[in-house]
């Protein structure tokens, strides 16, 4: 009879266990669907902010971005930032900083390393 009864609080306390469990998960399923849906608005608003900014580009300078931002794991511009580029963390040579330091204000610089389109600032090192 002992026993029984022991066995019963047991299972009492594994059930409110249980239950406990299944609540916090629900919460859990909860607060993942809601950050879900924040993530779903956020990924709409940076895409229509990106066709926006990609309509004032010219196509084919857009071309070229994408089929390197294939081509690079989804970075198709880096910044030059202090004579390195930021997509592969390579330096630039005296000869590549002097072929950027040379180019016009508008025209397109690569790494020539990566590839990538360099983003050139006041910090580039140049
Ligand atoms: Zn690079």
Redesign the pocket.
């Known amino acids: 009879m002992e026993r029984l009864e022991s066995s019963q609080t047991r299972v009492s306390e594994m059930t409110a266990r249980r239950d406990d469990a299944e609540s916090s998960a629900k919460d859990a399923e909860a607060r993942r669907d809601v950050s879900y849906g924040s993530i779903d608005a956020e990924v709409e608003k940076t895409t229509r902010d990106r066709e926006a900014v990609a309509a004032a580009i010219p196509a084919d300078l857009i071309k070229v971005y994408t089929r390197l931002r294939q081509q690079n794991g989804g970075i198709g511009a880096?910044r030059l930032y202090q004579r390195r580029?930021e997509?592969?963390r390579?330096e630039l040579s005296i000869t590549d900083l002097g072929t950027v330091r040379a180019a016009a204000a508008d025209e397109v610089v690569r790494?020539e390393?990566?590839g990538?389109i360099l983003v050139r600032t006041a910090d580039s090192g140049l």
């Open positions: 880096a580029c997509g592969c390579v790494c390393n990566c990538r």
